[in-house]
């Protein structure tokens, strides 16, 4: 008896779950159904709220169209009649790790999913010209008009999710972005130390037509033999450099005194102190704005183009230290760093460029030395030439 | 009266290795020049073919110089005879030598020292030609490989590239220092070309004077 009752009871349990699961399944649909009624026609909307169109046959083959209507959008019973807006469900109800990459990035608070992306529309992702240039207009306008753009969409090399800034991408992040595609690049059919330079110099600071050359100090691992330049550059991060300083701050590593700007004479104590001999500062040639005027510049295959600019370009540096997310913060060095003939920048050389003036001089001094002393005793030479003829 | 008499002082093998050396070391400093001051010196057509050049003829210089050390220690075996300072050298020889370029020539008087193919050179060249041999050719041969090759596992027992882009250059002015120098010394023989001829035909013309 107790048996039956209790058979009974599941039964109808299970039957209650049925009829659940089907009015949920069947209200999802007609609500759809009931929505495209209206936003399907576009006869419905004039110029001004025709973002309130949705096209059927698109959206019918989104993955959204799937979860339906009701899924991100709620309404009452007297929609439209209401006057209330209808409600958007955030997209990180199911995109959480997207949004919550958003979230840290400098496109948080600025852009809604919804700018860059129509929900409604299979492949949804607008066109950079629309998404991308309803706010970085200049950029969009001056890539579009480089070679590059036939190739490439904005989001082929920025991630939107991630957005970072120019200064708080490392050099090698940036490089990495176009090696995806140009990984064969054929540099080395004329460029001398093809490898030192890749790692040494910022793919856009040759292509692009970007203004003001600064060189940044990454910090590297170097686990008491520095790595050799031809291989890779592994670059330390935040929690290395925090087992380094403890809770003082990545940047007190260098930044000693904390006033936001590096001396030379901070970068030679850092350079020399035994502590810190397993990282070490790796430059990189890079500038200081970023253009989107991509391109190949005959002038950049002269050598003389960077390696003739003159002790005087150089003066500008900065150090990258490592955030916890991933990002750097760049602090100013003191101006002409790198011209200092041994410790402060004792890594980063380039050629005729970076050369250190009382170094020169003393040099030029010491070839003087020898033309003067022969001159000087030519002289006395020609005045005693009398001596000699009597012997 | 004067008679002289014919030495042969240099053979073919120590002029040619003069030669490569003297080519060497012109061509190295002067691209070396256009290498670091670039804006003001452009005597190689462009940067890179300077860079290629000087890298090229270092390499070539490198093997010359150990060709020659090699042969010099080992084969010749006359390293110490002829570049060694002697302790007489080393007392009275200098002094003497220096007086000599310092004054006597000046006054007319003879050159104390006399070349022989077992003592070529005079104690002052001794001491120039040892240190330039045996310690700057070495030290700028290896700090220029270094640049070459740009190994950091040594750059970081030398303290850095840029502590080995300076030595590299101030050693280079020495030799373009000594150039000078020893091109004006390489005409005070008994006559202006007289060395210079000895270090083409290997005979050197030995005056004596009665």
């Known amino acids: 008896m107790v048996l ?23 209200s999802s649909a007609m609500e759809t159904d009931d929505c495209l009624e209206c936003h399907g026609d576009s006869s419905n ?23 339906g209507c009701g899924s991100c959008h709620s309404v009452t019973d007297d929609h439209p009649d209401d006057g209330l807006k209808p409600s958007n469900e955030s997209c990180d109800m199911c995109h959480e790790d997207t949004v919550d990459e958003l979230s840290k990035g400098l496109h948080a608070g600025n852009a809604e999913c919804t700018d860059c992306h129509n929900p409604h529309a299979i492949r949804g992702l607008k066109p950079s010209s629309e998404s991308c240039g309803m706010c970085h207009d200049e950029a969009v306008e001056e890539y579009l008009k480089s070679p590059h753009a036939e190739k490439a969409d904005c989001a082929d090399c920025h991630s939107p999710h991630i957005v970072k800034s120019h200064l708080e991408t490392s050099g090698f992040e940036k490089n990495k972005q176009c090696i995806n595609c140009h990984e064969n690049a054929g540099h080395s059919e004329w460029l001398l130390r093809n490898k030192l330079h890749m790692q040494a110099t ?20 170097r686990d008491g033999v520095r790595p050799n330049k031809e291989g890779e550059i592994d670059l330390a991060t935040y929690q290395d450099l925090t087992q380094l300083v403890g809770d003082k701050g990545v940047q007190s590593l260098i930044d000693t005194n904390g006033d936001g700007s590096i001396t030379v004479a901070e970068l030679k104590k850092f350079n020399m102190d035994p502590k810190y001999k397993n990282v070490g500062l ?50 100013p060095v003191e101006e002409g760093a790198v011209l200092d003939p041994l410790f402060a920048t004792s890594d980063f050389y380039m050629v005729g460029s970076t050369r250190n003036d009382i170094l020169s001089i003393l040099g030029l001094l010491i070839i003087a030395g020898g033309l003067g002393a022969a001159c000087l005793h030519g002289t006395f030479r020609i005045l005693t030439r009398k001596n000699r003829r009597k012997h | 009266m004067e008679k002289s008499k014919m030495i042969y002082l240099n053979p073919t093998t120590v002029r040619i290795w003069h030669w490569i050396h003297a080519i060497g070391i012109t061509t190295l400093c002067i691209t070396g020049a256009q290498i670091r001051f670039p804006e003001y010196i452009n005597l190689f057509g462009s940067y890179r073919t300077a860079v290629l050049v000087h890298d090229f003829t270092g390499i070539f ?23 060694v300072p002697t ?38 060249q001794k001491g120039a030609y040892l240190m330039i041999m045996t310690t700057l050719v070495p030290i700028v041969l290896v ?68």
């Open chain 1, 202 to 221: 910022t793919c856009i600071s040759c292509h692009t037509d970007s203004k003001g050359i600064v060189i940044t100090m990454y910090i590297e691992k």
């Open chain 2, 61 to 83: 210089v490198c093997l010359d110089w150990l060709l020659w050390f090699l042969y010099y220690v080992f084969i010749d075996k006359s390293l110490i005879k002829l570049y």
């Open chain 1, 4 to 26: 039956k009752a209790k058979f009974l009871i599941i039964c109808i349990f299970g039957l209650m779950v049925l009829v659940a699961g089907t009015g949920i399944s069947s």
């Open chain 2, 87 to 124: 302790l007489n050298d080393l007392k009275t020889g200098v002094i003497r030598q220096m007086l000599f370029y310092g004054f006597n020539y000046f006054r007319g008087k003879p050159n104390p020292h006399h070349s022989t193919p077992d003592n070529k050179f005079n104690p002052m």
């Open chain 1, 45 to 67: 909307f004039d110029e001004g709220s025709k973002r309130l169109y949705i096209d059927a046959t698109q959206f019918a083959g989104t993955k959204h169209a799937e979860d």
């Open chain 2, 143 to 210: 700090s220029g490989l270094l640049l070459l090759l740009i190994t950091q596992k040594w750059m970081i027992i030398l303290g850095g590239v840029k502590i080995v882009v300076g030595i590299h250059f101030l050693v280079a002015c020495c030799f373009a220092a000594f150039l000078f120098v020893h091109m004006y010394l390489a005409t005070l023989g008994h006559t202006f070309w007289a060395h210079i001829i000895t270090m083409i035909t290997g005979w050197e013309e030995e005056v004596e004077e009665h």
């Open chain 1, 282 to 331: 790796w430059g990189m040639l890079s500038t200081k704005t970023a253009s989107h005027g991509y391109g190949i510049f005959e002038n950049r295959r002269d050598c003389s183009f960077c390696h003739a600019a003159g002790p005087k370009a150089m003066q500008t540096c900065y150090v990258a230290f490592p955030n916890q997310d991933g990002t750097y913060s760049t602090v």
